[in-house]
């Protein structure tokens, strides 16, 4: 396997060589003029004071969760619908938008050329990813990356792969498939080398041993934050959480019992015994760990058998009744708790799904490149429905938007049609990645964050802080509508996994 780790550089507009194992520095939010603001026509304050006037409505939740299936048509015409600037001879972004090169090919599977440069014959290769398979990888890896707790853990990524080879014969330009990573932080070191070793599984390993091995690394990385999921006595709480206190996962399983016999009758005797069995085995496994001393074989254990549950045909029936009952205070719980497990179970899900990916797709996983966005610098913020809240910050999927719109469009990659996140979209980046119009917005879990800004950036071609523009006063103008219609909401859960039910035996 070959596996490539951009320079920040690329990620960056500057000549800069840094280091990609080093922690960077944040890159400056603000840097345009006031006459070439993306804000120049819609002023931030108002926009962000009709944020703050929606969030007082609505507890800050302007919409309900929701998930979305995946569109029906071509999925490249995601990209080609979407402006994208083009280049001039300079090779600097113009300001004209322009349908990205071979999207018609792509989507019927054939292959278009053209010439580099150099004069070399190049060629185009189909996607060999579905729009499905992409949108799940991308969010696979960034559940994986987030290792950390909070909003400003959450992580997102795209997946492209390489379109162009030269002649007949040579090998793939560059790398088969390309990551790119972000969050509002910087994604860790430690992180970094985590990732890079799971692509390097998935291409060196035995297909008969992969499996084992990733699942061993992940919940190896992995091993606070499933301790907390767990609420186990055994995890070290942050700062901000050690006044909190909420009794183990383990003892949620009480509630989660006891509400089957009101939900199943005499005549399903069988089927009632059978589920209690299977939710008591794992309630037992959970309480057991807490005075276990190999911590990590335990996890593992854990992992998968919240994998065997939440995939468990008896289990997928009764998240339905519970769905369809009154929502009372005790069914709320055991939804909660259902759905706790099923953030558990997927990191086994995920390692399934990755070892299947690279040996259905195994020369495009053979070698990859991983390219870890910098952050954004926090601006003081003035304005804001929390009063914790003191800057902005620019969330993760905002800033893939924006590296993906600085790209050459005729470069080695196809662009990306997903982004992928550790968590649901918020309300702010849902509406802008659906108003920006190039990637699918696969769900939001509807709560608002006014403390979300867009970069205002000098670098920005006209076409793209066009579009910026555009894009910010659909999204003010949903915000109105909204507005009028409000509804209070209690706050959402910010992630879901949607197992329970989704995979056939």
């Known amino acids: 396997m070959s596996l490539y780790l951009s320079s920040l550089s690329e990620a960056l507009p500057t000549e800069s060589d840094s280091d990609p194992t080093t922690f960077p520095r944040p890159r400056p939010t603000v840097t345009a003029s006031p006459t070439s603001s993306i804000w120049r026509d819609l002023p931030e304050s ?11 409505l609505t507890n800050a939740v302007p919409v309900d969760a929701q998930a979305f299936p995946m569109p029906s048509s071509s999925p490249d015409a995601l990209v080609a619908n979407a402006a994208a600037a083009t280049t001039d001879s300079d090779g600097e972004a113009g300001a004209h938008p322009a349908v990205h090169t071979g999207v018609t090919s792509e989507a019927t599977g054939t292959q278009d050329s053209y010439r580099d440069f150099d004069g070399h014959h190049l060629h185009f290769h189909a996607r060999q990813l579905t729009l499905a398979a992409e949108q799940r990888l991308a969010d696979d890896i960034a559940y994986l990356v987030a290792v950390g707790e909070g909003a400003q853990s959450v992580a997102a990524t795209t ?24 969050s509002v932080d910087a994604i860790q ?53 050690s006044r909190t206190h909420k009794k183990p996962l383990y003892a949620d399983f009480t509630n989660l019992v006891h509400r089957v016999q009101f939900l199943y009758t005499k005549r399903e005797m069988v089927v009632r015994t ?27 254990g854990i992992v998968r058998s919240s994998y065997d549950l939440c995939t468990s045909p008896l289990v997928a029936e009764y998240l339905e009744r519970l769905q369809a009952g009154r929502a009372t205070t005790q069914i709320q719980a055991c939804l909660k708790t259902l759905r706790q497990l099923e953030k558990i179970a997927a990191y086994y899900r995920i390692c399934q799904t990755l070892t299947g990916l690279s040996h259905s797709h195994a020369k495009t996983f053979d070698s990859v490149e991983l390219l870890f966005l910098p952050p954004f610098e926090a601006v003081p913020l003035t304005l804001a429905y929390q009063p914790w809240a003191r800057s902005t910050h620019v969330h993760a999927e905002v800033i ?64 793209v802080a066009n579009h910026y523009r555009e894009v910010l006063r659909a999204m003010d103008a949903e915000i109105l509508t909204q507005t009028r219609d409000a509804v209070w909401r209690p706050e959402p859960m910010t992630s879901r996994e949607n197992l ?6």
């Open 189 to 241: 070191p430690d992180s970094q080398a985590f990732l890079r070793s799971v692509f390097q599984l998935l291409s060196a390993a035995p297909r008969a041993k992969k499996l084992d091995g990733l699942l061993d690394v992940v919940v190896r990385h992995h091993q606070t934050r499933l301790l907390n999921r767990l609420r186990s006595a055994k995890w070290k709480k942050p700062i901000y959480l």
């Open 46 to 56: 108002v926009f962000r004071q009709h944020v703050v006037d929606l969030e007082k």
């Open 500 to 505: 329970i039910g989704m995979i056939e035996e």
């Open 400 to 463: 893939l938007t924006i590296h993906h719109d600085l790209e050459k469009p005729d470069g080695p990659w196809h662009k990306p049609r997903c982004l992928g996140a550790s968590k649901y979209f918020c309300y702010l980046c849902f509406l802008f990645i659906r108003h920006h119009g190039t990637y699918f917005a696969a769900n939001t879990h509807g709560a608002c964050y006014d403390q979300w800004t867009v970069p205002d950036l000098a670098d920005y071609p006209q076409s």
């Open 159 to 182: 997946v492209q792969e390489s379109r162009t080879r030269h002649g007949a014969g040579e090998q793939p330009q560059n790398a088969g498939l390309r990551v790119t990573i972000a």
């Open 274 to 300: 059978q589920l209690e069995g299977e939710l008591l085995a794992l309630a037992n496994l959970l309480e057991a760990f807490e005075t276990e001393t190999n911590d990590h074989e335990k996890l593992v």
